[in-house]
T-cell receptor, first 117, second 112 residues
């Protein structure tokens, strides 16, 4: 079974540039989550989708961040313009939903390590 | 800031030892999960707990949902070198909707 797939695995960019991170959830999963991991703040939920619809984006740090899910098998997280403080590991996760248990059993991708110089 | 306190922050294991770590909070949680993260990888779900007092095992791992709903522990029995990694607890806080709150992690290292 293919797990959650993320690309790229590493991204280095200069301040002010646009960055797009990509995610393919596990086939059949109804929920998709974007997390950010830093040493200072640990793992934080940015946004999550149910059946391609954004449900809670209260964790998105500011307007420079946007996320889309055009179909059940693809999602993007975009940062425009990027800043050095955006440097972190960004994880995508998915879950089956359909019950409270299945919602919380989230399966994470390998992450994208973003460095903004 | 984080509302889950994980301890210890780091620990050394010797092969064959049993180890224990825990997560505490001043708030009540409805769900507890334990994840393990290896370097360069995403967290992997180990155990999920849904009811106060619940005790669940997954191989050499055992976790419990505290009766007060404010804590959880994870035990690893007969540790082996591949148990090295960072273990995270995560919980669904009653007043925080559907979001998971993650602890700061316990880094497990091998004794030199």
């Amino acid at each position: 079974d293919a797990g959650v797939i993320q690309s790229p695995r590493h991204e280095v960019t200069e301040m002010g540039q646009e960055v797009t991170l990509r995610c393919k959830p596990i086939s059949g999963h109804d929920y998709l989550f974007w997390y950010r991991q830093t040493m200072m703040r640990g793992l934080e939920l940015l946004i999550y989708f149910n059946n391609n619809v954004p449900i809670d984006d209260s964790g998105m740090p500011e307007d420079r961040f946007s996320a889309k899910m055009p179909n059940a098998s693809f999602s993007t997280l975009k940062i425009q313009p990027s800043e050095p403080r955006d440097s972190a590991v960004y994880f995508c996760a998915s879950s089956l939903g359909r019950s409270i248990k299945r919602f919380y059993e989230q399966y994470f991708g390998p992450g994208t390590r973003l460095t903004v110089t | 800031g984080q509302q889950l306190n994980q301890s210890p922050q780091s620990m050394f294991i010797q092969e064959g030892e049993d180890v224990s770590m825990n997560c505490t909070s001043s708030s009540i949680f409805n769900t507890w999960l334990w994840y393990k993260q290896d370097p360069g990888e995403g967290p992997v779900l180990l155990i999920a707990l849904y009811k106060a007092g619940e005790l669940t095992s997954n191989g050499r791992l055992t976790a419990q949902f505290g009766i007060t709903r404010k804590d959880s522990f994870l035990n690893i029995s007969a540790s082996i070198p591949s148990d090295v990694g960072i273990y995270f607890c995560a919980g669904q806080l009653g007043a925080a909707g559907n979001k998971l709150t993650f602890g700061g992690g316990t880094r497990v290292l091998v004794k030199p």
